[in-house]
């Protein structure tokens, strides 16, 4: 603004102080994309429990129960053979004792995956602990294979002999455990790329 000082008509310029550029509006962090993946970290830790849920369900009933292969006129599992409605313990087989341990571990380590994912879902678990929860869920899905496999190949030459659901359940019981390890490693991956994201300022 040009403005008159006596009668000298020499004009003066007058300027407005320049007020200092708050630093929020030239740096900002990225909150939503922190909000967005901790939405989809809790997602893949819901998933990752209902499908250890679903391993352990599948896991303890293929175990427990006595139907993995059917032949005339009875059915067998891991521990007992039954016919016309007579059960008997079966005589001890090393593959079937290979089986039945590797089954029954498989269980074992899904339970206490599972019931660390609870932990880790109601509680802001860290990425060790995640990762722990990972391999064994994993470790339960290999035990599945190794069982699964032996008892398959002890089982698919004999003619008279057919697989029946607890058998089947077991096969199911595999990918679910997999899936369910791939959800918290992701989980965990997706905290610790977050974190990263944040710790830095984003110039507008």
């Known amino acids: 603004m040009v403005t008159g000082e006596g009668g000298s008509g020499t004009p003066e310029v007058s300027q407005r102080p320049t007020l200092p550029t708050p630093l929020g509006s030239v ?3 990225p909150w939503g994309a922190h909000s967005r993946g901790m939405g989809v970290k809790r997602s893949l830790q819901s998933g990752g429990v209902l ?22 006129g009875g059915h067998s599992g891991l521990w007992q ?10 005589p001890c087989q090393t593959m079937l004792a290979m089986t039945g341990a590797c089954m029954v571990l498989a269980a074992g380590f899904g339970l206490v995956a ?3 994912g609870l932990r880790i879902r109601c509680q802001e678990g860290d990425a060790m602990r995640g990762q722990t929860t990972s391999a064994m869920l994993f470790l339960s899905g290999l035990l599945l294979l190794i069982a ?15 697989f029946s659901w607890s058998y089947f359940s077991g096969w199911l019981a595999f990918p679910f455990s997999i899936l369910a390890g791939f959800c918290f490693l992701l989980a965990d991956m997706i905290v610790q790329s977050t974190e990263a994201i944040s710790g830095f300022p984003v110039c507008l």
């Open 27 to 29: 740096f900002k962090t």
């Open 51 to 72: 499908l250890s849920l679903l391993t352990n369900v599948l896991a303890v009933l293929s175990t427990a129960t006595n139907y993995w292969t059917r032949q005339h």
């Open 81 to 90: 053979e039954c016919s016309k409605g007579t059960c008997s313990n079966i």
């Open 114 to 116: 599972m019931a660390m």
């Open 148 to 162: 699964l496999t032996g008892y398959t190949v002890k089982n698919a030459w004999k003619q008279d002999v057919f």
